[in-house]
T-cell receptor
Framework: DGGITQSPKYLFRKEGQNVTLSCEQNLNHDAMYWYRQDPGQGLRLIYY???????QKGDIAEGYSVSREKKESFPLTVTSAQKNPTAFYLCASSIRRGQGYTFGSGTRLTVV | ELKVEQNPLFLSMQEGKNYTIYCNYS?????LYWYRQDPGKSLESLFV?????AVKQEGRLMASLDTKARLSTLHITAAVHDLSATYFC??????????????FGTGTLLAVQP
């Protein structure tokens, strides 16, 4: 079955450490997105990519980086520059406008 | 900057009652989406509204879109406990364009009491 897979489900980061969250989709979707969700809050866009080898900053890109080397994959790196990374991270993909998003199951990142 | 506001933010209602969640947005858009999120889970697509006057229904939920008023509503009929979740609306601000970047509302936490 087609879908979008995020891993790991839970991730713990030490102070000053970079960590990478994986997002893989087999839906043949062109566009992929990363959102951050804080407790009791809505979703805020971190980065998005409309096509391979191209990506754009969202509203809260500072302290994060991404790559889009393959259509299926859009990993997110949370760098040490992100001072408050504890949150629920959601990856999504879409085929085109008007179709909405398909979401992954999310990664819960905690700083220890 | 596009703002998407939902109200109420929290809704406690009894089973069997009706209620409406409102989603207001601040700029022109022709596409609006509703999602459901269960605690600790991801988002599940409920409705896609693509034109002024669009109405979609699924079970006890009905969504509508008024692009002139920049308003969408999610109406709950005869609520049941299984509808307890957080509901998000999301707006595509790129009217007529090619990208598909959604801006999400703050969410409405719905708790249906027996």
């Amino acid at each position: 079955d087609g879908g979008i897979t995020q891993s790991p489900k839970y991730l713990f980061r030490k102070e000053g450490q970079n960590v990478t969250l994986s997002c893989e989709q087999n839906l043949n979707h062109d566009a992929m997105y990363w959102y951050r969700q804080d407790p009791g809050q809505g979703l805020r866009l971190i980065y998005y990519s409309q096509i391979v080898n191209d990506f754009q900053k969202g509203d809260i890109a500072e302290g994060y980086s991404v790559s889009r080397e393959k259509k299926e994959s859009f990993p997110l790196t949370v760098t040490s520059a992100q001072k408050n990374p504890t949150a629920f991270y959601l990856c999504a993909s879409s085929i085109r406008r008007g179709q909405g998003y398909t979401f992954g199951s999310g990664t819960r990142l905690t700083v220890v | 900057e596009l703002k998407v506001e939902q109200n109420p933010l929290f809704l406690s209602m009894q089973e069997g009652k009706n209620y409406t969640i409102y989603c207001n947005y601040s700029t022109t858009s022709d596409r609006l989406y509703w999602y459901r999120q269960d605690p600790g889970k991801s988002l599940e697509s409920l409705f896609v509204l693509l034109s002024n006057g669009a109405v979609k229904q699924e079970g006890r939920l009905m969504a509508s879109l008024d692009t002139k008023a920049r308003l969408s509503t999610l109406h709950i009929t005869a609520a049941v406990h299984d509808l307890s979740a957080t509901y998000f609306c999301a707006v595509d601000p790129n009217y007529g364009g090619a990208t598909n970047k959604l801006i999400f509302g703050t969410g409405t936490l719905l708790a249906v009491q027996p």
